[in-house]
């Protein structure tokens, strides 16, 4: 479902913020379905200039990890947001950034964009491609979805992969129709992309939590996926794995996937920075009534 003010509102442009997490996970996963790379593979397998050396605890990091959000990285970097920064160069400026930040690779779960931005570049590595616009071209030709979408902020070259779209609503519930349907991912990956890969993991930072830079958190435990919550209305984690997942954004959008109750759809909002759990709080007002709908 979508809170539609009228056909031109299903085509309104907004920055993903987050939301392209969810996205940018399924694209990855089909180079995995196509054995170019592994969710063991690590980014020195890829990448020829990674700087992190064998001896640091972040050198066994995999493609399991920088999905799930549990790869040791925890810093983002200036270049992510620079639209003339090299995407290449940036990814290794991230792994620069990290080395020795007291944290070891699948020991910990704290939620940066910085996962995401190596893992597309593995993928981008492993098909021998240009770079990720490439994939994701590749993506909207296989499949017809995002039309209306973009991969740009801060630029076309250096896409911020976990959070850099223009997207429209429309576009959105197209996506997750397709997902829900199977027409993505084949049945082993959906199984690993809404398994919960944090469960017996601490939680360094979570903005569901906590709340991001100053702003409100909820104060629930959700646990994570292969780019998506799960989701659990309670201060500790006791919920059913994969029976709701989302990939909500910091200006508040809320694309989400009831798998008990078998529907999806998506909040678009573009609020103030740090807002993340606006979109959540306005889908929550409504669920009563969209609850009886889907089941009727």
Partial sequence: YVFNRGASTMQTSYQSASMSKMIATVIILRQVELGVLSLASRPQDFIRTWPISGSDPLAGMTLTQLLSL???LSTDVGCMDSATANFE????????SNIGNGMAAGQQFSYADAHHQVAA?????ARGMAGWQDLFAEFQTQTGLF???TFDIPSASNPRIAGGM?????DYMDFLAKLKSGALLNASSMSDMLADHIVSLPIKFSPIFSGLNGGPGLGEDWHYGFGLWQECQSTQYNCVPGSRVSSPGHFGGYPFWDRDK???GVVMRQGTSSTVINGIKIE???RP???RWAAC
């Fill in 166 to 170: 223009h997207i429209t609503a429309g």
């Fill in 147 to 149: 039309p209306n979408t």
């Fill in 70 to 72: 549990t790869s040791g």
């Fill in 289 to 291: 009534d969209v609850e």
């Fill in 284 to 286: 929550r007002t409504v």
């Fill in 262 to 264: 078998s529907y999806t």
């Fill in 89 to 96: 160069t940036c990814v290794n400026t991230i792994a620069s």
């Fill in 121 to 125: 570049l593995m993928a981008v590595k």
